[in-house]
């Protein structure tokens, strides 16, 4: 017999052998399983409370710091039946002046959608918590260079939901349809670029708003809409001065 042939009978053998020699010897033979329902008859672990007891006082601590004082209450449900409110108009114009300190180029802004102004502001003390309350995502701010069409897709839309949190223009609306709608007092061209200002949220086709997503311009300015609110709520504390929005028109419907 050749050496080739021994190598031929002998190889599965030998391959056989060391795959038997790397097994473990260990197979699973029977499992079990059991349900642990965490629920109110579930006892306390108080190891685990004393652990994190410290870290949720301080952070209670945090949340009701006062970081400002409103004259006025700012209303949720004004917000979400009126064209135009004090609350959608006080976030809009707080989004909008902190983001032109770092694009003075925005000609104006839609930061939230009704839908994303989340509560009340009160009347008297603003707590860190109010702010979170109000605005609880980590949502970006964005800026997209838009042409003039589809600014006014965007306004069909304003005009089509009975308004929503706007800065920086005006419009006039009628039975949830534009009537007209002005920049700097000026018609909007529809052969101009504007440069709008929104949350990476709308941005990305969130609340039904339409336009942005199908834009390749895009730029973040690396600002979350939070704390420009939370920047606005403090800066306007430091100078002395109340939060006080006003109705000013800006959404007129007829």
Same mark, same amino acid.
């Given at each position: 017999?050749?050496?080739?042939?021994?190598?031929?009978?002998?190889?599965?053998?030998?391959?056989?052998?060391?795959?038997?020699?790397?097994?473990?010897?260990?197979?699973?033979?029977?499992?079990?399983?059991?349900?642990?329902?965490?629920?109110?008859?579930?006892?306390?672990?108080?190891?685990?409370?004393?652990?994190?007891?410290?870290?949720?006082?301080?952070?209670?601590?945090?949340?009701?710091?006062?970081?400002?004082?409103?004259?006025?209450?700012?209303?949720?449900?004004?917000?979400? !039946?009126?064209?135009?409110?004090?609350?959608?108009?006080?976030?809009? %114009?707080?989004?909008?002046?902190?983001?032109?300190?770092?694009?003075?180029?925005?000609?104006?802004?839609?930061?939230?959608?009704?839908?994303?102004? $989340?509560?009340?502001?009160?009347? *008297?003390?603003?707590?860190?918590?109010?702010?979170?309350?109000?605005?609880?995502?980590?949502?970006?701010?964005?800026?997209?260079?838009?042409?003039?069409?589809?600014? $006014?897709?965007?306004? %069909?839309?304003?005009?089509?939901? &009975?308004?929503?949190?706007?800065? *920086?223009?005006?419009?006039?609306?009628?039975?949830?349809?534009?009537?007209?709608? !002005?920049?700097? *007092?000026?018609?909007?061209?529809? &052969?101009? !670029?504007?440069?709008?200002?929104?949350?990476?949220?709308?941005?990305?086709?969130?609340?039904?708003?339409?336009?942005?997503?199908?834009?390749?311009?895009?730029?973040?300015? *690396?600002?979350?809409?939070?704390?420009?609110?939370?920047?606005?709520?403090?800066?306007?504390?430091?100078?002395?001065?109340?939060?006080?929005?006003?109705?000013? &028109?800006?959404?007129?419907?007829?």
């Amino acid at each position: 017999m050749t050496k080739k042939t021994i190598l031929r009978h002998c190889l599965p053998l030998l391959f056989a052998a060391l795959l038997f020699s790397c097994s473990t010897g260990y197979r699973l033979s029977k499992s079990n399983r059991a349900d642990y329902p965490i629920d109110s008859q579930l006892a306390a672990d108080s190891v685990i409370i004393k652990t994190y007891l410290p870290y949720k006082a301080q952070m209670e601590a945090e949340m009701r710091q006062v970081i400002a004082h409103s004259a006025v209450l700012m209303s949720k449900k004004s917000s979400d !039946t009126l064209p135009e409110s004090l609350l959608s108009n006080f976030f809009a %114009d707080a989004v909008m002046h902190q983001a032109l300190k770092l694009d003075a180029n925005i000609d104006f802004a839609i930061p939230s959608t009704k839908g994303g102004l $989340r509560v009340d502001l009160p009347k *008297g003390n603003i707590t860190v918590s109010n702010i979170f309350e109000l605005m609880p995502f980590e949502n970006e701010v964005v800026v997209y260079d838009v042409s003039g069409v589809q600014v $006014r897709q965007l306004l %069909d839309f304003i005009a089509s939901t &009975n308004g929503q949190p706007i800065s *920086g223009f005006q419009m006039q609306i009628k039975d949830k349809k534009l009537l007209s709608a !002005t920049y700097k *007092g000026k018609p909007f061209e529809d &052969n101009k !670029t504007y440069r709008i200002m929104t949350s990476d949220y709308i941005g990305g086709g969130g609340d039904k708003v339409p336009v942005f997503k199908d834009i390749t311009s895009r730029k973040a300015i *690396g600002l979350k809409v939070r704390d420009a609110l939370m920047k606005e709520v403090k800066e306007k504390e430091a100078a002395g001065e109340l939060l006080n929005p006003v109705l000013d &028109n800006r959404i007129i419907k007829l």
